[in-house]
């Protein structure tokens, strides 16, 4: 079964590594002799409590989050988040900062409208979003209660290369497309979260790192399941958590570990984006939409410039074997998204195509 697998470049949900699926096929039906799934226990059973702190620990001690943040795991969704971060963080001024450089972040801005005083940082929308804000251009306001940006633009392929520096003001940061790409530095960050369904676990599940002396501040009006101190209160658990996910995503960081953890999945982000991104650079056909220097390395967005002969390109291509390289129709043309699990093998591959489509048309 697992050689009629195809590469799926989407942009989430998206792959998971093999041997991932394969170990949770294999404990599908009796998870190390409990006699039951994962997916049938009790959240409150010892053998799930079980799998559960140590997926938490699992990504402490990867992601090196000090011991004053907590790790959430919420259902929300990372959109939920939009609605979540501003309920709880913006009492502190009435105030917050927002860097629009994609849709999501669009999104999120025009949310947190709803509950306060939001100004642009920065905004790449003159530009159609193709490139990062530079740290000397973004209006910075130091009595924001938070400083909001998303690290690696899914939509339009472009990924921060920097932690902006907003002083005391706390950073706020969607990284549900980039996370367990890189190492960071979470000490720098007040809120880090992310959809899983990218670079972490099945959807269903929102993983959100928080400095727990941020929450407790939360407008009055805050929905019981978004407030962040009553879930960090009871560790994730108020009601059932999304149970499967959270032991899915403890399997993959064990893969994350097995394969150089977060340094080693920085290499190999870079191998496959900077061998897609010279071969698209020496084509004829293909341009990127992203500038030199704001490029993702998760999510590379391409076109030939003729609506025709993209889908054209998106139809072989699937008949190849490279499936899901549509792109949004905000960009419109093709995105290759390469998360993690994506083999650099499957890239190499998709470099070939695009060098054979590039010589017959
Ligand atoms: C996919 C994505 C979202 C939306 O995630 P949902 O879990 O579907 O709400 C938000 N932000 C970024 C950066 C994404 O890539």
Redesign the pocket.
């Known amino acids: 079964m697992s050689n009629s697998r195809i590469y799926n470049f989407s942009a989430?949900p998206s792959m998971l590594p093999l041997s991932v699926l394969e170990r949770a096929g294999s404990e599908i039906t009796n998870f190390q002799g409990s006699g039951m799934s994962v997916m049938e226990m009790s959240h409150r059973s010892k053998v799930f409590l079980d799998i559960f702190h140590q997926t938490q620990e699992k990504l402490r001690q990867l992601m090196g989050v000090p011991q004053d943040y907590r790790i959430l795991f919420l259902q929300t969704?990372?959109?939920?988040q939009f609605s979540a971060i501003p309920l709880n963080l913006i009492s502190r001024t009435g105030k917050a900062d927002y860097a629009v450089t994609g849709n999501?972040s669009s999104l999120a801005c025009q949310e947190a409208r709803k509950y306060g005083q939001i100004s642009l940082a920065a905004d790449t929308g003159d530009r159609n979003h193709c490139y990062i804000p530079r740290q000397s251009t973004l209006k910075l306001d130091r009595d924001a209660s938070y400083f909001y940006y998303?690290a690696?633009n899914?939509i339009f392929g472009t990924e921060w290369d920097y932690v902006p520096d907003t002083g005391a003001v706390p950073l706020v940061c969607?990284m549900?497309?980039n996370i367990l790409s890189m190492p960071v530095d979470v000490s720098k960050f007040g809120i880090i979260y992310a959809?899983a369904?990218?670079n972490m676990a099945p959807a269903g599940l929102?993983v959100v790192i928080i400095k727990e002396s941020l929450a407790g501040d939360e407008l009055p009006y805050t929905p019981l399941m978004m407030n962040y101190q009553t879930m960090i209160d009871k560790d994730s658990m108020y009601n059932t958590p999304p149970c499967w996910c959270i032991y899915m995503l403890g399997l993959v960081l064990d893969w994350v570990e097995e394969n150089g953890g977060l340094e080693g999945m920085e290499q190999l982000k870079w191998r496959r984006a900077n061998m897609l991104y010279e071969t698209l650079d020496a084509s004829r056909l293909f341009t990127c939409h992203a500038d030199k220097g704001s490029r993702s390395g998760m999510n590379v967005t391409f076109r030939t410039g003729d609506e025709a002969l993209d889908a054209r390109f998106v139809q072989e291509a699937a008949q190849a074997g490279f499936v899901n390289l549509k792109g949004h129709r905000k960009t419109g043309g093709m995105r290759a998204s390469i998360y993690n699990a994506m083999p650099v093998e499957g890239v190499e591959k998709l470099c070939e195509f695009i060098q054979s489509f590039d010589k017959s048309n």
């Open positions: 989430g969704g990372a959109s939920g999501f998303c690696n899914t969607d549900s497309s959809g369904q990218k929102t």
